[in-house]
DNA sequence: TTCGTCATGTAATGGGTTACATGATTAC
DNA sequence: GTAATCATGTAACCCATTACATGACGAA
């Protein structure tokens, strides 16, 4: 999640931890937030992994003293994409199995959608407009079977949870319809 | 989280852990279902805690053989609050912190709200409706000043977690109303 | 007799958080 | 010169998941 989150922001440009977790804060919605303590062995993991690397700072000061990549001591650490890196990331937004269609999963997805090719944007659409129908229904079927038996804020609960989750179905429904009209199937 | 829940359902009514398991996925709305291997290692945990005991099954058939507390080999395990348990489940509904206004623990503390002090109820809805006012606050301003520079997609995701979040207010706000003329303050 | 579902459990792992610690840079 | 914010990092922990393993019981 935090991997293709970052992936996806470095993709768009090259960028240091700290504005990274600003960038995911907002791009993510406030919520979601990320802590530097999994930022950080995060952006480690990738770069050892080739997907991600320090950029060297053009130096402006003379002579940095001996640290090595060119930072004197601790300063900012620019990470870009590598071409291996830009290649995960473009196969991470092709998976369109249940982990782009779950609560985490498809936000981060979504987020990304520019960029994801427009088939597997559909799928994804429609995997999550299922999971949310099944979803609904079953809190439907929960309802009309125990209404009777639940104190009212249960009831509140459960009634607000299935109001939600028909209004994403009605979002997905009109984002699926606008993604089918701007390319429309072959023939 | 688990535990909360655990103690709730089993203030309710004792059960043994696949049945609470059932409960605890159509209670929390089919998502959060909680798997068997969190669950059992939580019981064991309560009971250890003194906080749930099992109940010694009453003996249909003649002789269980040697086993302990009742069980032949592996029957089910009934669990029931035991005094210090339902005391410790009232400090924790009690509680009107953050934990008790973020995303996972406001739906299990309002599953509760029937078993929970009027004015504890009354200070967590509040407390929720005035964190999902920021939330939106942030997104609406976030929104205003990059509308622009946005994708499409991105816009979608941001509007539609914006109007969720409005949506939430208002609901809160209804509940928090019927509370209060239920309830009306002293004097 | 075999299949489905009820029922309990463990081991390995995952993906994060909190709290802590440090240092550089900017604004007052 | 000092406070706020920018910036990076580690260690300890937490709360869950997945995958696996076992076994009882009822219905076809």
Do not use: C
Not at 21 to 34: C, D, N
Not at 54 to 74: M, N
Not at 139 to 166: F, K
Not at 168 to 184: D, G, K, M, Q
């Amino acid at each position: 999640m935090l991997e293709i989150a970052v992936l996806g922001l470095l993709n768009e440009s090259p960028m240091h931890g700290y504005e990274l977790r600003k960038r995911l804060a907002s791009l993510l919605g406030a919520f979601r937030a990320f802590s530097y303590g999994s930022l950080y062995p995060t952006l480690r993991r990738l770069q050892e992994a080739g997907w991600i690397d320090e950029e060297a700072p053009l130096e402006q000061t003379p002579a940095p003293s001996v640290g090595f990549a060119g930072r004197s001591k601790r300063g900012k650490r620019v990470y870009k994409l590598t071409a291996e890196g830009k290649e995960h990331f473009a196969t991470l937004l092709a998976e369109v199995g249940p982990e782009a269609y779950d609560d985490e999963g498809f936000g981060t997805r979504l987020a990304f959608f520019a960029q994801t090719r427009s088939d597997i944007r559909l799928q994804i659409l429609e995997g999550r407009r299922q999971r949310m129908t099944e979803q609904a229904d079953g809190m439907r079927t929960s309802l009309a079977r125990t209404r009777e038996r639940m104190d009212r804020y249960t009831l509140q609960l459960q009634e607000h949870g299935l109001e939600s989750a028909d209004r994403e179905v009605r979002w997905l429904s009109e984002l699926i319809e606008s993604e089918r009209t701007a390319r429309p199937p072959l023939g």
